[in-house]
C-alpha cells in the first residue's frame, strides 16, 4: 500500500494551477515547469511533517471521475460509475466532479484539469485510458488514479480487473439454449482485446452447452453509432442470427431498436442492466459493477487503505453477474436459470475455466 500526503497533493495542484496560469511558454514547458515546483512542494511539506509529527488523516478527499468520449447517458459503464461516484459523496461526504472529453485525445488535458482542481483521486474507467494512464500517473505520482481493464500498472494506480469473460461466458451459454434458429451472434464495438474478450467467453459459453450453434460476429467501428448499430444488427440477423449480444456502447442502442421492432430477434445487454431498454426483447446483460468498484476505490483512498495493483472483480466476489432478468424470467423458464445458476458456481468452484485474453 503507498502511503501519500493528501496536504502535498493540494499544494502541488496550487502549484500547477498558478504555472498554467501564469506562464506563456508552450504547453510542455508550463508543465515541466508545474512538474518541478510541485515536486519541491512535496518535498516541504514532507519536511514540514517529519518535523510536527504524522498528520491526522483528512475529512474528506476530492475525486474526478473522467468519462469516456461516449459520456454520461450511455446507459453503460459511465452512468454506473458516476452512480457508485455520487453515492461515495452522498455516504461518504467526499468532494466529487466529472469530466466529460470530447474524445480520447483529450483525455490528457482532462487528467492536468482535475490535478489542478486538487484531486486526491482521478478515475478513469475503460480500455482507451491505457495510454494516458501510462503516462500521468508517472507524472503526478502524488495523485491516486484508478482504473478499470486496462494492461498498465503505476506505484499510485489501482487497477480494476473485470471478468468480463465469466459473465460472457453465461450469456453465451443463455444465448445457446434459447436460440431457435441456431445462430447466434456479438456486436463488437472495435475489434479490440478489451471486446474480444467478451467475446470469447459468449463463444466459449455457447459451445459447451450445444457446440451445433454457430456464433457469427460483426465490428462496428464505432461506441456511439446507434444507427449503424442497428444496420449491423439487422445484418446479422438476415446471417439467420436470433439473439445478438453487443460491447459496443452507446451504438448498442440501434441493437435495441432491432429487436424491438423484430418479433424474432432478441438482445443481450452489457456492462449495466440494460434489460429495461426493450422489456421482454434483452434477454439478460453481462454486468460489471462499476459503481461499486468507483465506491470501494474511494473509500479506501478516504480511509487510508487504498493498494495499488490489479484487483480482480468476478462472479464470486459480485464484480460481474447476469442481470436479474426481470421481464424475461418467464420466456426464459426455471430450467434454464438453474442451469445458469449452476454453471455460474462451476466457474467460481474452478471446474470451468474461461479463456481469459488478458492473461494470453
Known amino acids: 500500500m503507498k502511503k501519500k500526503n493528501l496536504i502535498a497533493i493540494c499544494a502541488s495542484a496550487l502549484l500547477i494551477a498558478a504555472a498554467v496560469t501564469a506562464c506563456g511558454g508552450s504547453t ?15 518535498g516541504e511539506a514532507g519536511e514540514a511533517e517529519a518535523e510536527g509529527g504524522e498528520e491526522a488523516a483528512a475529512d474528506t478527499i476530492k475525486v ?24 461515495a459523496h452522498d455516504e461518504l461526504g467526499v468532494e ?24 486526491d483521486l ?6 482507451s485510458w491505457a495510454d494516458p494512464l501510462s503516462e500521468y500517473c508517472d507524472r503526478f505520482p502524488d495523485v491516486y488514479f484508478g482504473g478499470l481493464n486496462c494492461n498498465v500498472t503505476a506505484d499510485n494506480l489501482q487497477m480494476a480487473k473485470t471478468a468480463d469473460h465469466q459473465g460472457s461466458f453465461l450469456a453465451g451459454a ?35 452447452v450445444n457446440p451445433d450453434v454457430t456464433v457469427l460476429k460483426s465490428y462496428v467501428g464505432s461506441y456511439s453509432d446507434p444507427a449503424l448499430g442497428k444496420e449491423y444488427s439487422l445484418q446479422l440477423m438476415n446471417e439467420g442470427a436470433d439473439i445478438i449480444f453487443h460491447i459496443a456502447g452507446g451504438t448498442g442502442e440501434g441493437l435495441f431498436e432491432a429487436a424491438r421492432e423484430n418479433e424474432n430477434l432478441y438482445a443481450i445487454g452489457v456492462d449495466s442492466d440494460q434489460d429495461y431498454i426493450a422489456e421482454g426483447k434483452v434477454l439478460t446483460s453481462v454486468v460489471k459493477n462499476c459503481g461499486n468498484i468507483a465506491y470501494e476505490m474511494i473509500e479506501s483512498v478516504l480511509n487510508g ?44 468452484d474452478g471446474e470451468i475455466v474461461v479463456t481469459d485474453l488478458f492473461e494470453q
Request: one cysteine or more.
Open 96 to 119: 466529487i466532479s466529472i469530466i466529460e472529453p470530447d474524445s480520447v485525445a483529450d483525455m490528457g488535458t482532462a487528467i492536468m484539469t482535475a490535478v489542478q482542481s486538487g484531486s
Open 122 to 127: 482521478i478515475l478513469g474507467f475503460g480500455g
Open 64 to 87: 474526478t471521475f473522467i468519462a469516456t468520449d461516449t459520456g454520461l447517458g450511455d446507459r453503460s459503464f459511465n452512468d454506473s460509475t458516476w452512480e457508485g461516484v455520487q453515492r
Open 305 to 348: 487503505t487504498f493498494e495499488t495493483g490489479d484487483k480482480v472483480y468476478d462472479l464470486e466476489n459480485g464484480g460481474v453477474s447476469l442481470t436479474d432478468m426481470t421481464y424475461t424470467k418467464d420466456l426464459i423458464g426455471e430450467d434454464t436459470i438453474a442451469m445458469l445458476d449452476d454453471l455460474r458456481q462451476q466457474i467460481i
Open 28 to 42: 510542455s514547458e508550463t508543465t515541466a515547469q508545474a512538474e518541478t515546483e510541485a515536486e519541491a512542494a512535496d
Open 174 to 208: 443463455l444465448a445457446a439454449t434459447m436460440t431457435k434458429t441456431g445462430t447466434v451472434a456479438c456486436l463488437g464495438g472495435q475489434d479490440a482485446d478489451n471486446i474480444n474478450r467478451f467475446i470469447t467467453g459468449f463463444e466459449e459459453g455457447v459451445k459447451y
